[in-house]
Structures are given as structure tokens and as C-alpha cells.
């Protein structure tokens, strides 16, 4: 098995993914970027930054992005999120905006979304790393792979999960999904491009009701 740093309830879990050919390959593929001179997005130590920051027995709402940003200092392992000190893009910014009408708060405009992380965010791309300055160009790679096993763990594994999935490719997921045990939330991408449609999709007031009577802690949204 390849030898992967990710947070151990994860490694335990997804044992089986890490020893499969696909695997292998896209780690071998990976390398040989990196050889060849590629700058690849988000950095080595941060591509599992989502797993780690969110263990699976901690899995409470799932948050699916596509792929990782692909400018410099951007990417930072977590769906949607840039480090402090970077300006919040586009989609993100709707993002704000949708909790600021949904909640009646206001938001500071941080753009690290670690602290929904750290309360059972999982804020997962479904392909972990790209070429910078080239969108998608790990689509091929074999993430998808993993990060579908990645959902069906979730599935099965764990209870009472809220997955927001925004945009016709994070819907396609949702027959990955058991919804007898789990909840789906579908919207519009909160991309400029939707033309606003994923506005007052109160996803999040929704997650927190789901939260509450499960008997869950809700999330704290305020940034």
C-alpha cells in the first residue's frame, strides 16, 4: 500500500483505495509532473488538509467543490477556501452573501474556511490537485475514483450527514448517496456564471435544522 499522510480514521478507512492500481498510478503520475518541472496546486502537505482538519467520525455536512484552484497561493486543500491574506474568489464571495441573507449575520469576508472544517465540514474537491495556471488538468488523473469512495465511506459509515451539492456535477453524485440515512441539499453552483441562481437556496439554515433534530451540534457559519 501506498504510504499516504492522512488523518488515521481516513487511512483506516480508505486502506483499500490506497492499495488499488488507480492509486498507484496517480501518485506515480503526480511524480512525474513534479520531475518534469510542473508547479502543481494546492502544496504536497495540504492535498488531504480536508481530511485532516475533519476526521470521519467528525463528518457532520459535506461541502462538494470540483477541483482545486489553480492560481498561486490559492489552493489550500479545502473546497472553496483560500488562505488568510488571499482575496476571497467569486463563488465564494456568493457564498458569503447567501449566509449573510439566510442567517441574518455578517460576515467578515475571511476567506479560510477552516473553521468549519475543524466543526464537521468536510470541504471536498472531487479531484485534489491541478496544474497551476490550468483548470481541470488533473480531471484525468484517477481522483474522482477516490474521492467517489471517499463519498461512499460517508455514506455507509457514518449517520444523519448533510451533503450540499451545488451545480450538475456535484448533483451527479448524489446516487452515491443513501438518502435513507443522509440528507441531500441541491442548488445552483454559487458561481457568478449561475447568474445567481444559487441565492436563497437557505442551505444553510437547513443544515442547522437537519443538525439540531439528529441531535447534533449545528455549525457556527459566522466567519
Avoid at 441541491?186 to 442547522?208: D, I, K, M, V, W
Wanted: aromatic share 10%.
Amino acid at each position: 500500500m501506498i504510504q499516504v499522510k492522512i488523518e488515521n480514521s481516513w487511512r483506516e478507512a480508505l486502506a483499500d483505495e490506497f492499495d488499488k492500481p488507480y492509486f498507484s498510478q496517480l501518485v506515480q503520475q503526480l511524480h512525474a509532473e513534479k520531475a518534469a518541472g510542473c508547479r502543481i496546486y494546492p502544496p504536497g502537505g495540504m492535498i488531504f488538509r480536508a481530511f485532516d482538519l475533519c476526521p470521519l467520525p467528525n463528518v457532520k455536512v459535506v461541502i462538494l467543490g470540483q477541483d482545486p484552484y489553480h492560481g498561486y497561493g490559492q489552493a489550500m486543500g479545502l473546497s472553496f477556501s483560500v488562505p488568510d491574506g488571499v482575496q476571497a474568489p467569486p463563488s465564494l464571495k456568493n457564498i458569503f452573501k447567501e449566509i449573510e441573507d439566510d442567517l441574518g449575520v455578517k460576515m467578515s469576508g475571511r476567506p479560510n474556511l477552516e473553521p468549519w472544517a475543524r466543526q464537521g465540514v468536510l470541504l471536498l474537491n472531487a479531484v485534489l490537485t491541478v496544474r497551476a495556471g490550468e483548470p481541470t488538468s488533473h480531471a484525468g488523473l484517477g481522483w474522482q475514483t477516490f474521492t467517489d469512495a471517499v463519498i461512499s465511506c460517508i455514506s455507509e459509515r457514518c449517520e444523519g450527514v448533510v451533503f450540499m451539492l451545488w451545480g450538475s456535477y456535484a448533483r451527479s453524485k448524489a446516487p452515491l448517496i443513501d438518502s435513507t440515512r443522509h440528507f441531500i441539499l441541491q442548488a445552483a453552483h454559487p458561481s457568478p456564471l449561475a447568474r445567481g441562481a444559487f441565492f436563497g437556496c437557505r442551505h444553510f439554515s437547513q443544515a442547522n435544522a437537519i443538525l439540531r433534530a439528529e441531535g447534533k451540534e449545528p455549525i457556527d457559519w459566522q466567519l
